[in-house]
Each structure stands twice: as structure tokens, then as C-alpha cells.
């Protein structure tokens, strides 16, 4: 921790058996250089920041984050720059209040294969509920925190996350809809650009902070890039309209007809074959991890008694999968090019159709599609790709007219 220098030798050990050892306890002594930050970080939060604000504004000040400052026990650690996770970390923190904590931790096994309790467990350390803590009835070391501004912080803690839980759902359920949302990257740095309102317009925004900067220095990348949905969006409407233009209907009526026989002609299974099916994958993924065990040294004897058990769960489920009849269902025969023709006319001006949608619209649309798009700032070029993740049928009613109710 950067609050603490090493601990300094105290009384001797509490436990009668360790005492009789020689051991004796050590008690924490403040750290002079980090003790005033870690106090200062307790104001600031008090004072309505946030971990990231305050993350930011101690690295704008040059303050070494705390694997900087004791860079031996966080060598693994960069050391650029504060981040919002380690203010987090000093903020719920009680050792600053001078009491001594048990309990905060425990030891949970959990089986590797719960089909072959043979395999072991692994053991893994979860986190305790802060009621379950244990606190000292006397301080242990020196206070840096009162313990009275410790709980303020907490309690402040437990509010803004409720507040901002609620301001989450009332964003779901009243938000502003933004259609490309999750779908732009920045091509500087990889992420997905962010929707954001400005003065009535939709932005997606890849925001660059200080802290990031220092973490990437050789990077070249603005504080803010910024990315208009309309003007987007209208480009990307006209683009999709293009395909059912009369120069290049016959191309994309080539291809939705092909998708089409694929939809139709496509493997269907039921559920008892969909079992068997998924048991046969189950056990060959078992064999790899007994065949790997195997080559790591693993007694071959014991090993060797898995592998024929799983063996015979194969084959089991492949007898089951070989008895089952076919399923004898009728196959809907797939759209022609003239069918899709007369769709597509029926639609009229597709272009128009598609510009003048509520967002709210037009996003299951782009998702269909599987539209994705990458922004290269310097250029102001915006590459859209489009990889549809399922064919389309359309059915029609026994009137003869398109059913707007058809799946």
C-alpha cells in the first residue's frame, strides 16, 4: 500500500504458541511521503468528486500513482499514470482508520468438471460482505483516516451508486434512442466511440483523458474526436438504398435469392437430437482435456479409466442420435428473383423510407445487417462494413397480400 513504510517490530505475538516461537507482531507505521495523499483523497471525494476526476487531477499535478512510488512491489504495474481503480482501492480501504480487519476474504472451491468430480477442485479467494467484516477492538496502528470520515465515505459511496443506478434506468426507459450505438470505433485506439447529445444534435465520441494520454505516450490521438449520427446515418441510408436500384437490382436480387435457398434447404433438428448432438461435443471436449492431462504427466492408468467412461458416454449418444427418425417437416420453398422483385417494388422508394425512420428503427435495421463502422479521424473516412448474421424469409397470407405480421 503507498500509505505504509515497512512495519516495525511491536509486542510480542498474541498467540501463545507463536510467542513461544519468537514471533512477535509488527505494527504499520505511516508512510510521510504518501499519508497527505491519501488524506487529500478522502477530501476530494467528500467534496463530490469522482475516482476518475480525482485519478485525473492527481495525474495532471504530476503526483506519482502508487505503483510509481513504490515500484518494487508493483513491478508488473505501469507507472504513468493514476488510475480510477486504485483511488477506489485507497477509499475502501479501513487499515487507514488504524483498526485491523479480518474476515475480508474467504476460500472457495469450485469443481473443474462438475460432470468428473475426479478431476479436483480449484481453489479461488472471494470477497466477504463488508457486514462480515472483523474489526479490531482497539487500533492497531496509527490513524490516517478518523474513522468517522472512513464511514462518510462509504456512506457516500453506497448513495451515488443507487443514484446512478436509477439515472441508468430512467435512461433505458426514456432515453434518447441512438442508432448506431456500439457500432463505431475510433481507429486511433480501437474503442467504440460513445453517444452523446449536443445542442440537439447526436455525437459519438472518443474521449482521450489524461490519464490515457500518459499510460499510451507514443499514441497521437486528440482529447476529443467527435462523429455526427445524421450526417452518417444519411450517408449509410443512401448506401443501403443503392442496392435496390434498377442498375444493381439484379446483383442483390442474385444474392437474396441465393440467401434464400440457403434459409430454406437449412438442417433442422429436434430437441432430443439437439441433446445427443451437444453430449457428443461435451464428451470430445472432455477427451481433449484428459488427452492434455495426459501429456502433462498425469498418471495414465487414472486417466486411461476417464477416457473410457467418456468413450462409452460417446458412444452412447451417437447410438441415440443414429435411432432418432428424421424430422419429417415441410420445408417453406425459398423466394425467386421475381418474388423478391415484387417485394421490393412494394416497398416504393426504399431511400426515403429508410431516411425518414425514428432511430429507434433504424437501429434493429443496421443491426440486421450487422453493420460496423471504423472512423479514421485524420481523413474524416468512415469505412462501413456489412456482415448479416441470419437469412430472411417472407412469408405472405392466404389473402395474397404481404402480412405485416409475419415473422
Known amino acids: 500500500m503507498i500509505d ?7 509486542n510480542a505475538h498474541p498467540n501463545p504458541s507463536k510467542a513461544a516461537a519468537g514471533q512477535r507482531i509488527h505494527k504499520l507505521e505511516p508512510d510521510p511521503t504518501a499519508e497527505p495523499i491519501v488524506q487529500r483523497i478522502f477530501t476530494m471525494y467528500i467534496d463530490g468528486m469522482s475516482d476518475k476526476a480525482i485519478a485525473a487531477q492527481l495525474t495532471r499535478e504530476s503526483i506519482p500513482c502508487p505503483s510509481a512510488h513504490d515500484a518494487t512491489r508493483n513491478p508488473h504495474r505501469k507507472k504513468t499514470a493514476w488510475q480510477q481503480g486504485a483511488v477506489r482501492a485507497i477509499l475502501i480501504n479501513p487499515r487507514y482508520t488504524g483498526y485491523e480487519i479480518w474476515n475480508k ?5 469450485r469443481l473443474l468438471d462438475v460432470d468428473d468430480v475426479t478431476l479436483g477442485h480449484r481453489t479461488s479467494m472471494t470477497h466477504n460482505p463488508t457486514e462480515e467484516w472483523i474489526r479490531s477492538n482497539e487500533p492497531a496502528h496509527e ?7 472512513f464511514d462518510t465515505v462509504q456512506t457516500l459511496r453506497t448513495q451515488r451508486a443507487r443514484n446512478q443506478g436509477r439515472q441508468e434506468r430512467a435512461g433505458k426507459q426514456g432515453g434518447r434512442p441512438y442508432a448506431l450505438r456500439g457500432r463505431i470505433r475510433c481507429t ?9 447529445t449536443i445542442r440537439n444534435h447526436v455525437y459519438y465520441r472518443c474521449e482521450f483523458k489524461d490519464q490515457e494520454a500518459a499510460l499510451y505516450p507514443h499514441l497521437t490521438h486528440p482529447r476529443t474526436v467527435n462523429l455526427r449520427e445524421d450526417i452518417v446515418c444519411q450517408a449509410l441510408d443512401q448506401w443501403i438504398a443503392r442496392a435496390f436500384t434498377p442498375d444493381r437490382l439484379t446483383a442483390t436480387l442474385t444474392a437474396l435469392t441465393h440467401a434464400s435457398a440457403a434459409a430454406s434447404t437449412a438442417e433442422t433438428h429436434t430437441p432430443e437430437q439437439a441433446q445427443a448432438r451437444q453430449t457428443i461435443k461435451d464428451c470430445e471436449r472432455r477427451l481433449a482435456r484428459y488427452q492434455a492431462a495426459l501429456e502433462a504427466g498425469a498418471d495414465p492408468a487414472v486417466v486411461t479409466q476417464w477416457i473410457n467412461a467418456v468413450q462409452q458416454d460417446k458412444e452412447a449418444a451417437q447410438k441415440k442420435l443414429d435411432a432418432l427418425p428424421a424430422l419429417n417437416r415441410k420445408k417453406e420453398s425459398p423466394l425467386d428473383a421475381e418474388q423478391i422483385r415484387k417485394i421490393t417494388e412494394s416497398l416504393g422508394d426504399i431511400a426515403q423510407r429508410i431516411h425518414t425512420a425514428d432511430p429507434d428503427q433504424k437501429g434493429p435495421l443496421y443491426e440486421a445487417l450487422g453493420i460496423t463502422i471504423t472512423y479514421e479521424h485524420t481523413t ?19 389473402r395474397g397480400d404481404l402480412n405485416p405480421h409475419a415473422r
Do not use: D
Open 143 to 149: 490513524a490516517i483516516i478518523s474513522l468517522g470520515r
Open 188 to 196: 486511433l485506439c480501437g474503442r467504440k466511440m460513445q453517444p452523446a
Open 4 to 10: 505504509r513504510s515497512s512495519g516495525a517490530i511491536a
Open 380 to 398: 474524416r473516412a468512415a469505412t462501413v462494413r456489412s456482415r448479416p448474421s441470419s437469412a430472411y424469409r417472407q412469408w405472405l397470407c392466404p
Open 105 to 109: 476474504q474467504r476460500k472457495e472451491e
